[in-house]
């Protein structure tokens, strides 16, 4: 067993060099140190009955008929010893602490196979994070990836691609990188919100302009993004009555009259445009970085 979560911890180590998730395997939780001394509270009861019950659930696992036990080592998961209760604990390991979660079989639910069971979920590590650290080199820090405050940073994964938000250089899932998304050219993309909806433009991945009817910004597609020469644009439905090129401030730079399936952005100077596609009481607006 030994053998195996030291494999596992190599594996997630590569796999978080490549901005990729954990293996099955490995269940990380990130809550954030505030003084950054290596230290830090966790909500155990959040853990195992809120976080990793709905992560077994999205991977094929009703735990309901199970009871979950944190161990502090794998010396005490063996000898059934010191269980962490549910209710806050404090990291005995400075930074990272490698725990097992133990799951026993109630007698009533569904049952699985214990063996399947260990390998997706028993080896836990508890991460403390800096907050004023920048882990995924985005421009937002740690502490403001957080949120809604609660200092657990795995509960924050807007886009749902199985990356939280801050090892996520990408919070949106639109494409455009979060470092990309400082519209206004201040340092940080946390207080850009181009369509005024209250959310963030890093957070928001479709920007809809006011009108009668929505269509899904799933329908189109945009690439390359960021583009340097050609733009090429890809839709089922290609009844547009006009494409508009504009610039951070609404000014327009071009407008094609036409279903283009390209438009030519080679000389135009590098920056972040709109490209608005309109068609009867509807425009869909999409960021388009050029470099």
């Known amino acids: 067993m030994k053998k195996i979560t030291t494999l596992l911890v190599l594996l997630f180590s590569l796999n978080s060099a490549m901005g990729q998730p954990p293996p099955p395997g490995i269940n990380y939780y ?3 140190d505030n003084d950054n001394d290596g230290f830090t509270t966790f909500d155990i009861n959040y853990y195992i009955n809120s976080y990793m019950y709905n992560k077994a659930l999205t991977m094929g696992f009703d735990l309901s008929g199970y009871q979950l ?5 794998f010396t005490d998961y063996i000898n059934n010893t010191n269980v962490i209760g549910i209710s806050s604990y404090v990291n005995q390991v400075s930074s990272t602490q ?5 799951l026993e079989y109630s007698g009533t639910g569904i049952s699985y196979d214990q063996a399947t069971l260990d390998n997706n979920f028993s080896n836990v590590i508890l991460k403390t ?8 080199n985005d421009t937002v820090l740690n502490n403001s990836e957080d949120l809604n405050n609660d200092k657990i940073l795995n509960n924050e994964d807007t886009d749902s691609d199985g990356v939280f938000n801050f090892l996520d250089n990408d919070d949106d899932g639109d494409t455009i990188l979060t470092i990309n998304e400082d519209y206004n050219l201040n340092g940080s993309p946390i207080d850009d919100d181009t369509n005024t909806n209250g959310i963030p433009d890093y957070l928001d991945n479709s920007l809809v302009l006011a009108s009668a009817n929505f269509i899904s910004e799933k329908e189109v597609r945009l690439f390359p993004n960021p583009v340097q020469n050609t733009l090429t644009i890809s839709t089922p439905n290609s009844n547009y009555q006009s494409i508009e090129i504009l610039d951070l401030t609404g000014k327009v730079y071009s407008v094609t009259n036409e279903n283009a399936s390209q438009i030519d952005f080679s ?6 445009y709109f490209v608005k596609m309109n068609r009867t009481n509807t425009a869909l607006l999409f960021k388009i970085v050029k470099l």
């Not at 490698?98 to 133990?102: A, E, H, Q, S």
């Not at 994070?129 to 995924?136: K, L």
């Open 98 to 102: 490698y725990c097992n979660l133990k």
């Open 30 to 32: 990130y809550v954030i």
């Open 69 to 73: 036990s944190l161990f502090p080592s």
């Open 267 to 272: 000389e135009y100077q590098p920056g972040i």
């Open 129 to 136: 994070v800096n907050p004023d650290s920048d882990d995924d």
